[in-house]
Nanobody, 125 residues
Framework: QEQLLESGGGLVQPGGSLTLSCAVS????????VGWFRQAPGKEREFVAG????????EYDDSVKGRFTIWRDNAKGTVYLQMNSLKPEDTAVYYC??????????????????WGQGTQVTVSS
């Protein structure tokens, strides 16, 4: 069964840090690129960061560059998102997904599937 499962969300103060994990299982998705997306209340789901299967290629949305880091440990079947200097505007449900097609860019939501259930990140004092 192809599955991605997020964990690590929570409540953090502005300026704090969190590390999200995405456990990837399944023959297809375990060899796929993975993206992190987020969705705030009343807003569309948006790209945050993406990584290729090898880890050689990564990309970030401009809003998180220099603050967030994505990496993966294929031996553990896990993709991580380290989030530093968190801001209230980072508050959202964070999702990971497998990149199933390469028609558009790494940041295109339409290239992804097998979405996880999401993990809530709240940045508030």
């Amino acid at each position: 069964q192809e599955q991605l499962l997020e964990s690590g969300g929570g409540l953090v103060q502005p300026g704090g840090s969190l590390t999200l994990s995405c456990a990837v299982s399944g023959r297809t998705v375990s060899r796929s690129g993975v993206g992190w997306f987020r969705q705030a209340p009343g807003k569309e789901r948006e790209f945050v960061a993406g990584i290729s299967y090898s880890g050689d290629s990564v990309e970030y949305d401009d809003s998180v560059k220099g603050r967030f880091t994505i990496w993966r440990d294929n031996a553990k079947g896990t993709v991580y998102l380290q989030m530093n200097s968190l801001k209230p505007e980072d508050t959202a449900v964070y999702y990971c997904a497998a990149r199933l097609t390469y028609i558009r860019s790494i940041s295109s939501i339409f290239d992804y599937g097998h979405w996880g259930q999401g993990t809530q990140v709240t940045v508030s004092s």
